[in-house]
């Protein structure tokens, strides 16, 4: 599984747009990019997948380069709620239903 | 609703003392997990079951055991609990069937073993 690099934390405040980049130098062909949200005490929620360009739901979009190296979680007008560690992982679209690798993640902070 | 049920949500035991942490989901996946997450060491798989009665060590599969009887149940078992496996638990099912393989984690168990 390829391993995966992210900020340790970010700043925010109400009504911005969050973007959190994850680098990923060394995916494989067949991996996909996986993020997952995780509040305090909480079990980890996945927030989107993709393999390649962009990608979007009612939640974030993920924008992926064409050489997928890395790979952008961007979060519309956050609110206070979006406090939270965000987690990308990469794998196999098997390796990715089961074994998931989770780094250290991302602490986004949101202010008022 | 879709869940993944996990009980007890807390616990205190005394070391050596054998207990069971059950886990069950209600979306017929396949695939079901055992996390555990520690401060600074973010969170680590622990055992893994691909259908029933098909399980695999994950990452830190020593001091526990699990079984896959039934699809739905995926129960994470400490024969002699240890203070080092105070932890937050937290179990996983999805399915590879689906288009986005997205795997639904239950609410947590806080096990505080003295």
């Known amino acids: 599984l390829a391993k995966t690099t992210q900020p340790i934390s970010m700043d925010s405040y109400e009504g911005q747009e969050v973007n959190i980049t994850c680098s990923h130098n060394?995916?494989?062909?067949?991996?996909?990019i996986t993020w997952y949200q995780q509040f305090p005490s909480q079990g980890p929620r996945f927030i989107i997948q993709?393999?390649?360009t962009k990608v979007t739901n009612e939640v974030a979009s993920l924008f992926i380069p064409a050489d997928r190296k890395s790979s952008t979680l961007s979060l519309p007008r956050v609110s206070l709620s979006d406090t939270a560690v965000y987690y990308c992982?990469?794998?196999?679209?098997?390796?990715?239903?089961?074994?998931?690798?989770f780094g250290s993640g991302t602490r986004l902070l949101v202010r008022p | 609703e879709a869940q993944v049920t996990q009980n007890p949500r807390y616990l205190i035991t005394v070391t050596g003392k054998k207990l069971t942490v059950t886990c069950s989901q209600n979306?017929?996946?396949?695939?079901m997990s055992w996390y555990r997450q520690d401060p600074g060491l973010g969170l680590r798989q622990i055992y893994y079951s691909m259908n029933v009665e098909v399980t695999d060590k994950g990452d830190v599969p020593e001091g526990y055991k699990v079984s896959r009887k039934e699809k739905r149940n995926f129960p994470l078992i400490l024969e002699s609990p240890s203070p080092n496996q105070t932890s937050l638990y937290f179990c996983?099912?999805?399915?590879?069937?689906?288009?986005?393989?997205?795997?639904?984690f239950g609410q947590g168990t806080r096990l505080t073993v003295v």
């Open positions: 060394n995916i494989a062909t067949n991996d996909y």
């Open positions: 992982l990469v794998g196999s679209r098997m390796d990715s239903s089961y074994k998931l690798i």
């Open positions: 996983a099912s999805s399915s590879p069937t689906l288009s986005n393989t997205e795997a639904f």
């Open positions: 979306m017929n996946h396949e695939y």
């Open positions: 993709g393999y390649k």
